[in-house]
């Protein structure tokens, strides 16, 4: 249920959801474009609560592309079609995160697209095993199975856990300024069966990781936070520990010890993902849009038993960063990392 409204903007009026962060908007007009004014007052309003949602937005392909633009320059899913998929959108910027095939039928459990698409059931950030990270990303249902079937997208607030962090992992976080190693096909292994068949031979070893600092400061709203996922394969020191490291492409950054860094890690994302720093959103009619900030929260897809059975055709657009540390420690190229 909503808890308060916000009265300072004038022309939207934005309604808070959770304890912390999320707020649902309304009064605004998506059937033209998004003046000026009106888009100012949503940017604040995002930078603030970190998820917005908007009820009946109902933009079509277009204007779902055209209100992206509005945040910044747009990803796209070009390095996906080179490598053979099909893209049964119209546009290169939306990226489709339904429970359809390319064909338009629907994903069968068990199938490789049903194992590669559970990584998204995990609290993840978009684009984090990319040179350049996703700053915002907007998500809108296109076409929504029966109510009663699930499918909420949950989000989980990072400024507000790195707020309520225990003093001891604050203070080796701040003592060691560890860079997280982030990587989509850990993720996938993580959330799929261990018997997967398209995952259980792949090694994220093998792959580029996207590295960024796990303490940072959320630049629009100077607010500190933790830049974390389950995409979070490993952690790594600035600084070497050891004389004997020698840094390589590769593997440019001396390793903390797996057993460490690897409860670290766990202990971080347990901890911001607790019920307190936790917004479920319910998909309520088809034209519905969220907008989140991935530098602010984490979130995950819920599931449902709408699989196999209804269409739920969710298309996104992922907005680059365009903070100071948006390439985090990474080389500013096109090429888009973790992709076998």
Do not use: C
């Amino acid at each position: 249920m909503p808890h308060a409204t916000d009265t300072e903007y004038q022309h939207i009026k934005v309604t808070q959801l959770a304890q912390t962060f999320g707020a649902e908007v309304t009064g605004v007009d998506f059937s033209k474009p998004v003046e000026q004014y009106v888009f100012d007052e949503i940017l604040r309003a995002i930078i603030h609560y970190g998820v917005l949602v908007f009820r009946h937005a109902e933009l079509d392909d277009a204007r779902h592309v055209a209100f992206a633009a509005q945040f910044g320059e747009l990803d796209d899913i070009k390095p996906y079609i080179a490598m053979g998929r099909k893209n049964r959108l119209p546009f290169d910027e939306l990226f489709d995160v339904s429970n359809l095939e390319d064909d338009g039928s629907l994903v069968k459990i068990g199938s490789r697209r049903e194992h590669m698409g559970l990584g998204n059931s995990i609290f993840h950030v978009d684009s984090s095993f990319n040179p350049r990270r996703a700053g915002y990303s907007l998500l809108r249902a296109h076409q929504l199975p029966p109510p009663g079937h699930g499918g909420n997208t949950d989000f989980a607030d990072t400024r507000a856990a790195y707020d309520e962090l225990p003093e001891d992992i604050r203070a080796e976080l701040q003592e060691n300024d560890y860079i997280g190693a982030h990587s989509l096909m850990h993720s996938r292994k993580k959330a799929a069966p261990r018997d997967s068949p398209y995952l259980k031979d792949v090694e994220p070893n093998d792959l580029p990781f996207g590295r960024h600092s796990i303490l940072q400061t959320h630049e629009p709203s100077g607010r500190p936070t933790m830049y974390i996922a389950h995409h979070l394969h490993h952690l790594e020191y600035k600084t070497p520990r050891s004389s004997r490291f020698v840094p390589t492409s590769q593997q440019p950054y001396e390793r903390v010890p797996e057993q460490q860094g690897t409860e670290l890690i766990e202990k971080l994302l347990d901890h911001a993902t607790q019920d307190k720093y936790v917004l479920s959103v319910e998909w309520q009619n088809p034209g519905d849009l969220v907008v989140w900030d991935n530098t602010a929260v984490m979130h995950r897809a819920g599931q449902g038993t709408f699989q196999e059975k209804y269409a739920r055709d969710m298309r996104r657009a992922t907005v680059h960063d365009g903070s100071k540390d948006a390439w985090g420690l990474n080389e500013r190229t096109t090429v888009r990392q973790g992709l076998p």
